[in-house]
T-cell receptor, first 117, second 114 residues
Framework: DTAVSQTPKYLVTQMGNDKSIKCEQNLGHDTMYWYKQDSKKFLKIMFSYNNKELIINETVPNRFSPKSPDKAHLNLHINSLELGDSAVYFC????????????????FGPGTRLLVL | AQSVAQPEDQVNVAEGNPLTVKCTYSVSGNPYLFWYVQYPNRGLQFLLKYITGDNLVKGSYGFEAEFNKSQTSFHLKKPSALVSDSALYFCAVLDMEYGNKLVFGAGTILRVKS
């Protein structure tokens, strides 16, 4: 009964390949996010979706394309992988409405550790 | 722009002693502040948050944090540290200007020695 789950947990691939990371949440939240944690452990937002609509799109190369088939899922597809894409990618979810108690809290998945060789 | 700073890369404390992990913030408007913990090779776990109300916020695993508006600080505290508290701690502020994004500090490694 994991709240926010990600697959795969580890991903090792060659430069130039295309890969996808999947995220699912069973919390009934409407908003989902992707964050990237670099080698220095610094965390930064990449994208957020509210009920399948893109809300936040930070300065991220267009090789990264999020896709939300429904509000419980937010997948991340990465084309033409580069060495610099090696990182831990975290999915998170929350309620979107600021007037719902507790809606501000984002709950994170376990992360996907991507290594590009 | 909203930001937080964690001035210490690492904090070392002996088991049983009180611990403090520091965080200062810079925001426009009222801050929504959070603490998360990351254990090795694990995801981020929510510890506590300050939105409004009492300046002393209690959270998971015996942690608490004190919101201090005059010092723009939100330090994480625990009266008696456990070895199992050793982890990476992140302070964050919620930036609600365009959607809700968490802006994280650089993180502080807490090492509790027995």
């Amino acid at each position: 009964d994991t709240a926010v789950s990600q697959t795969p947990k580890y991903l090792v691939t060659q430069m130039g390949n295309d890969k996808s990371i999947k995220c699912e949440q069973n919390l009934g939240h409407d908003t989902m996010y992707w964050y990237k944690q670099d080698s220095k452990k610094f965390l930064k937002i990449m994208f957020s979706y509210n009920n399948k609509e893109l809300i936040i799109n930070e300065t991220v190369p267009n090789r990264f394309s999020p896709k939300s088939p429904d509000k419980a899922h937010l997948n991340l597809h990465i084309n033409s992988l580069e060495l610099g894409d090696s990182a831990v990618y975290f999915c998170a979810s929350s309620h979107p409405s600021s007037d719902r108690a507790g809606s501000e809290t984002q709950y994170f998945g376990p992360g996907t550790r991507l290594l590009v060789l | 722009a909203q930001s937080v700073a964690q001035p210490e890369d690492q904090v070392n404390v002996a088991e049983g002693n009180p611990l403090t992990v520091k965080c200062t913030y810079s925001v426009s408007g009222n801050p929504y502040l959070f603490w998360y913990v990351q254990y090795p090779n694990r995801g981020l776990q929510f510890l506590l948050k300050y939105i409004t109300g009492d300046n002393l916020v209690k959270g998971s695993y015996g942690f608490e944090a004190e919101f201090n508006k005059s010092q723009t600080s939100f330090h994480l505290k625990k009266p008696s540290a456990l070895v199992s508290d050793s982890a990476l701690y992140f302070c964050a502020v919620l930036d609600m200007e365009y959607g809700n994004k968490l802006v994280f500090g650089a993180g502080t490694i807490l090492r509790v020695k027995s």
